[in-house]
């Protein structure tokens, strides 16, 4: 029960966030905007340095290996898995009529959640690999961290929910059709903590190369986009101001109940 409910925190957050296409207005203000953004990327950040890589190096040491090895050699595969992904798959960002990835003929609508959706795997991967190595036991996670890094991801989600579904609402479809196309770019979320969970517990010695691997494609989104979007047009504070709020509260988070 436990453990469902952990991976469906995360999701919940992008469903509430989605759901502000019925209260709010058209658009959402621009500072504010950025201020999410970077509120998100600040949580990402914190999440993957406190909750991802350093358990990956003390779990390697721990397990006699070399302890910078496992958490360099997952995080570089984290931000090459990422960047196939961002490669291949058809999306569309926000303020952009660019598609980027593989050229398909989908609506823009659709394009611009499966950019989101791009963004939610490397998080639903975090969520299930630190329920996993809870659920193992002698692993230095805990149930209360992985609550924690579900909470802190479903925090960010909020704003990345709004974020995506005001947006939508502009191109001519309904409230409610654009509440769901917000709400399912998060459900790859609960899928892929899934998937990761059920690949841990079949091959628990590779779980510090799985913690820094879904750090590496977090980081991969902050850097790619998120900080880059906060920042765009005319020049402001306010991002930066939301990366330090998001990372604090996320490693207040990690640290108090993990």
């Known amino acids: 029960m436990d453990l469902l409910i952990g991976l469906s925190i995360p999701f919940l957050g992008t469903t509430l966030g989605s759901a502000m296409v019925f209260f709010m207005k058209d658009t959402i203000n621009k500072k504010i905007e950025k201020m999410l953004l970077g509120f998100a990327s600040g ?5 993957a340095i406190w909750s991802l890589i350093v358990p990956s190096i003390d779990m390697a040491q721990e397990q006699g290996k070399i302890a910078w090895f496992p958490a360099a ?27 980027e990835g593989i050229k398909a003929k989908f609506k823009k609508t659709t394009m611009l959640v499966f950019a989101v959706t791009l963004h939610n795997i490397p998080e639903g991967m975090a969520v299930g690999v630190t329920f996993a190595g809870a659920l193992i036991g002698n692993t230095g996670l805990t149930i209360a961290g992985a609550f924690a890094l579900a909470v802190g991801i479903a925090i960010q989600n909020f704003p990345e929910g709004a974020i995506i579904s005001m947006p939508l ?12 196309y917000g709400t399912l770019s998060g459900i790859v979320e609960p899928i892929g ?19 820094s691997f879904a750090a590496g494609a977090m980081i991969y989104v902050v850097v790619e986009e998120l900080i880059p979007e906060s920042q765009a047009g005319e020049h402001s504070n306010i991002g930066t101001i939301g990366v330090a709020i998001g990372f604090t509260i996320m490693m207040i988070l990690d ?4």
């Open 255 to 258: 640290v108090a109940l993990g």
């Open 73 to 99: 050699i997952g995080f570089l595969l984290g931000i090459a898995f990422l960047l196939i992904l961002d490669s291949i798959i058809p999306h569309l960002h926000l303020k952009t009529d660019k598609p």
């Open 43 to 47: 949580v990402m950040i914190a999440a």
């Open 193 to 211: 903590a899934i998937i990761t969970i059920l690949i841990t517990r079949l091959v628990i010695p590779i779980l510090p190369y799985l913690l």
């Open 169 to 180: 609402k502009n191109e001519n479809i309904s409230k409610i059709r654009a509440f769901t």
